[in-house]
């Protein structure tokens, strides 16, 4: 299967920061790759997929980047409602994997 | 409005089963895949089964295989999963989840509010 290692596991950052975490593949998945946001008690929602096409409705301060085995999350100007638990899954293998999650937490 | 509701969660002794069954609407359900995907408490997302829009090609976790069956009625516009031989480690918040695609599974842009399993004794 392959693996999704996030980093960092948590963060904490102010309001107006730029924040951005990592997904690093086991082996490589072309842009197979996408990211959700998971608030407490809710279900997950979709913010990019294909590695960096932006979801229809996401705020355009998230964006997604890399290829291969290293991927990008980045909020550009971090806001109160952007506190979080971001996962990355693949869908380049089966089955299917999501990475460990990062939790942000404003300051 | 897109809409997802799981139902059939619930307490089952360890050995025990339990089919999950997720209630679609406001789309074509037979033009896309779907999957299931768990919580257990306090833990991360893990990818379980998904089918595609016809009924077959099912792919399935290793975590799960041979015990969970997933199956969908397009006529009903439902999708279930059939989850036996229960295990303590399979307590979890089941989300139905739909795909963008029709033949394989990608990723998901609708997911239901999800259902819980609790598995003891």
């Known amino acids: 299967a392959i693996q999704l290692t996030q980093s960092p596991s948590s963060l904490s950052a102010s309001v107006g920061d730029r924040v951005t975490i990592t997904c690093r593949a086991s082996q490589g998945i072309s842009s197979a790759l996408a990211w959700y946001q998971q608030k407490p008690g809710k279900a997950p929602k979709l913010l990019i997929y294909d590695a960096s096409s932006l979801k229809s409705g996401v705020p355009s301060r998230f964006s997604g980047g890399g290829s291969g085995t290293d991927f990008t999350l980045t909020i550009s100007s971090l806001q109160p409602e952007d506190s979080a638990t971001y996962y990355c899954?693949?869908?380049?293998?089966?089955?299917?994997?999501f990475g460990q999650g990062t939790k942000v937490v404003i300051k | 409005e897109v809409q997802l509701l799981e139902s059939g969660g619930g307490l089952v002794q360890p050995g025990g089963s339990l089919r999950l069954s997720c209630a679609a609407s406001g789309f074509t359900f037979s033009s896309y895949a779907m999957s299931w995907v768990r919580q257990a408490p306090g833990k991360g997302l893990e990818w379980v089964s998904g089918?595609?829009?016809?009924?077959?090609?099912?792919y399935y976790a290793d975590s799960v295989k041979g015990r969970f069956t997933i199956s969908r009625d397009n006529s009903k516009n439902t999708l279930y999963l059939q989850m036996n031989s229960l295990r303590a480690e399979d307590t979890a918040i089941y989300y139905c989840?739909?795909?963008?695609?029709?033949?394989?599974?990608?990723?998901?842009?609708?997911w239901g509010k999800g259902t819980t399993v609790i598995v003891s004794s």
């Open positions: 089918i595609s829009g016809s009924g077959g090609s099912p």
């Open positions: 899954q693949q869908f380049n293998g089966y089955p299917r994997t």
């Open positions: 989840a739909k795909d963008t695609r029709y033949y394989d599974i990608y990723y998901m842009d609708v």
